[in-house]
């Protein structure tokens, strides 16, 4: 038994049992990757993947057990070389983020800046993904660090912790009827409903990205119906066709700079939507380098951009 050996039974995992892709992956032949199977499954005395002809369909139960061996003993080859890294380079060496663009573009970049003034020999890759695919780079060990609202938290494999809490809010065009309707409910001591909202086109954000899950779920639950015209990865997006006139816009409260979005107004729905609650996650099992420990520690509150 030896590590290529593993690294291949992992991949074809995550392969979805296609060699070639495998291959690809390992810099290897698709001949090399069957022989490396066949030597296992002749070593162990299982076979440890369904076939059909040469084809594999699966694994067998030995297999899938197999399987979780794997990964904790690749994971702790990956913890031995970062236990020597934390002594030999206690200062420098790679840190991986992946986060959605939302927390990217407004709630890190002061904990960002304050991490590359302490550590600045530190290479720090920051991804932008969906929270899918954060979660899945966590457990691949391609990120040491995962931040999003939705998924990570009820993802197998992951230890989460909370971030930050935040509230979306709706945004109009300087002038808009709905800012005026808000206007004369505020001088009768009412706030904004739900129907008011979904009187007008909405834009907001992709299914599954930013609280969009709550946002249909206040809707369905008053029994509205509202027009969704356009939905965007990013608030910067949904901004801009706001600004068009295109319909108003939902979104993350601490997109909104009423410096910078001098053409836009924010109308507070904080009682119509949930609190939304991102969530820093980690490998459960993987061993964190001390820098990585302290980019999570700058993200205590104090260090959060305010959200509401």
Not at 35 to 40: A, G, M, T
Not at 78 to 98: M, R
């Amino acid at each position: 038994m030896n590590f290529q050996q593993l690294r291949i039974i992992r991949e074809t995992v995550r392969s979805n049992f296609n060699l070639t892709e495998v291959a690809n992956k390992l810099f290897t032949s698709q001949s090399g990757v069957s022989k490396h199977i066949k030597d296992l499954e002749d070593e162990l005395g299982i076979e440890l993947f369904e076939r059909k002809g040469k084809r594999l369909l699966g694994m067998t139960a030995p297999g899938r057990e197999l399987a979780k061996i794997v990964d904790r003993m690749l994971l702790d080859s990956q913890n031995i070389k970062k236990l020597a890294e934390q002594y030999s380079q206690q200062d420098q060496g790679n840190l991986t983020v992946a986060t959605t663009h939302t927390q990217a573009r407004y709630v890190l970049p002061p904990i960002v800046a304050k991490f590359r003034q302490q550590y600045p020999k530190v290479k720090l890759h920051l991804h932008q993904g969906s929270p899918q695919e954060i979660a899945q780079m966590l457990l691949a060990g391609e990120a040491d660090i995962g931040i999003a609202t939705e998924t990570i938290g009820n993802v197998e494999g992951l230890l989460t912790f909370p971030f930050h809490s935040w509230h979306h809010a709706v945004i109009v065009p300087a002038g808009h009827a709905l800012e005026k309707q808000v206007a004369k409910l505020h001088k009768s001591g009412k706030q904004l409903t739900l129907a008011a909202i979904a009187a007008y086109p909405l834009i907001t954000y992709h299914s599954g990205f930013t609280g969009r899950a709550s946002i249909e779920k206040a809707f369905q639950e008053a029994g509205l119906a509202p027009e969704i015209v356009l939905s965007a990865l990013d608030a910067d997006v949904i901004k801009s066709y706001v600004e068009l006139g295109m319909g108003i816009g939902i979104v993350a409260s601490m997109a909104f700079n009423a410096e910078r979005d001098l053409n836009l107004h924010r109308l507070d729905c904080s009682h119509l939507f949930p609190a939304n609650l991102t969530r820093i996650a980690v490998r459960e099992g993987q061993l964190q380098r001390h820098f990585a420990d302290h980019f999570i520690a700058l993200c205590a509150p104090q260090n959060v951009a305010k959200s509401d």
